[in-house]
């Protein structure tokens, strides 16, 4: 699985990739032989054997256009930031939103109308909602991709403990189970900023942005959730230089960490490798106000403004994501593991229903939460040193949140007053 796959995070290095991105630089699929007009269409690298070969099987089965598939290594993001901004990018492409700047800027064209008929009752209101702006729907989610936290049963049984439940628990976990040979939780090489995010503030009963728009953290439970993670960071119960980072499970598979936060998609190499010895659980219950958290998120298929054939492009999406179920079940299932963003299809797939998957699966509809689009990369980049900076230097909590909440609620005043 790319990581870009996971990452939220947008740069404004744009300028720079307009040549490489008016050119030809991913993979061409070819048309797909369709009468009609031609359209182009992009997705990120995925890094699931069959799905570049899939997406492509999907493009050559529409008969009202000629789509020919783009697979696009490198920052998948900036890329498509760059290219919005051209005649020469895609008719259609996934992407992680669109940001607020790329809705209010005109780049992508309104697809709300692909939702008639009661079918947007059936998408994840969770992944849904950060692709909704002004109550119009801005793209159409793929799948829902989520993180939990694995730990091995037999570890924990031996060690004398249970599953955490709480962010108290959790650190005392991990303290036990820490070995001269396995460390007790890996939250990635950084010790959590990154994977993390805004997940320990969720747990602790909190938001990211309000329903307002204010600050949602600006509270002392924050606080006290921030200075958990410092405190595993001081116990040297987190295993820190991985040769792999969070989102690969070999540390977990390879015996290296007891615990590991990460995401659904690596269940399978997990379960080859320990079978029934592992469970999921979602982020724990920080505080006494607090409540498990479970981040999601979801790429979406959207059709950029600029395209020659909007309503055409419109129609292949619609005919895609909306009305082609049996693709987009095989999309989720068969390459890697993700749920299906329709709520009738995840109900349907036997491979979500046993063990640790349905259990990951109870975890996200109970517990799920994705960022806000108010969120905006200026923001996240405030809190994510900032809790870096707690994490790995024992910055004072207090003070950094401050500090970010000042930033974040001056950026939420500027966004805002740009809408009004």
């Not at 909704?132 to 799948?143: A, F």
């Not at 010895?277 to 607090?290: C, M, T």
């Amino acid at each position: 699985m790319n990581v870009s796959r996971r990452t939220l995070l947008a740069s404004g290095a744009a300028l720079g990739l307009l040549t490489a991105c008016g050119s030809n630089t991913g993979r061409d699929g070819g048309g797909s032989g369709g009468s009609g007009p031609k359209l182009s269409q992009w997705y990120h690298q995925y890094g699931e054997a069959g799905t570049e070969q899939a997406v492509k099987r999907y493009a050559a089965a529409y008969d009202e256009a000629d789509v020919s598939v783009q697979w696009r290594p490198g920052n998948y993001d900036e890329q498509t930031a760059a290219a919005l901004l051209t005649a020469s990018g895609p008719d259609v492409f996934e992407v992680n939103g669109p940001t607020l700047d790329q809705i209010r800027g005109g780049q992508v064209v309104d697809l709300t109308d692909l939702f008639d008929g009661g079918v947007r009752d059936d998408f994840d209101p969770v992944v849904l909602a950060p692709k909704t702006h002004d109550g119009r729907i801005w793209s159409i989610p793929q799948v829902v991709d989520t993180q939990v936290l694995y730990y091995r049963k037999s570890l924990l049984s031996d060690a004398g403990r249970t599953p955490p439940r709480t962010l108290d628990e959790l650190v005392d976990t991990a303290r036990e189970l820490t070995t001269d040979r396995t460390m007790g939780l890996f939250f990635g090489n950084d010790g959590g900023a990154g994977a993390l995010g805004g997940t320990p503030l969720y747990a602790a009963g909190l938001r990211l942005v309000t329903d307002d728009g204010r600050v949602g953290f600006d509270d002392p439970a924050a606080a006290r959730a921030l200075a958990a993670l410092r405190t595993l960071y001081e116990d040297k119960s987190l295993l820190l230089g991985a040769p792999s980072d969070w989102s690969d499970p070999s540390a977990f598979v390879q015996e290296l960490t007891a615990m590991q936060w990460s995401g659904l998609w690596a269940l399978p190499a997990v379960q080859k490798a320990f079978g029934d010895d592992f469970g999921v659980l979602p982020f724990p219950a920080a505080g006494p106000a607090g409540k498990p958290a479970v981040p999601v998120g979801a790429y979406g298929a959207a059709v950029s403004a600029r395209s020659a054939h909007k309503e055409e492009a419109k129609d292949f999406v619609k005919w895609l994501w909306i009305d082609r179920t049996e693709y987009q079940r095989d999309f989720a299932l068969s390459y890697g593991f993700h749920i299906p963003a329709r709520l009738s299809l995840a109900k349907k797939a036997d491979a979500l229903t046993e063990g640790a998957a349905a259990d990951a699966v109870r975890h996200t509809t109970r517990h799920g939460y994705a960022e806000p689009l108010l969120w905006t990369p200026a923001s996240r980049v405030a809190y994510q040193d900032a809790l870096s900076r707690i994490i790995k230097s024992g910055a004072n909590p207090e003070s950094e949140l401050r500090s970010v909440v000042r930033k974040v609620s001056a950026e939420l005043d500027r966004v805002q007053k740009k809408s009004s």
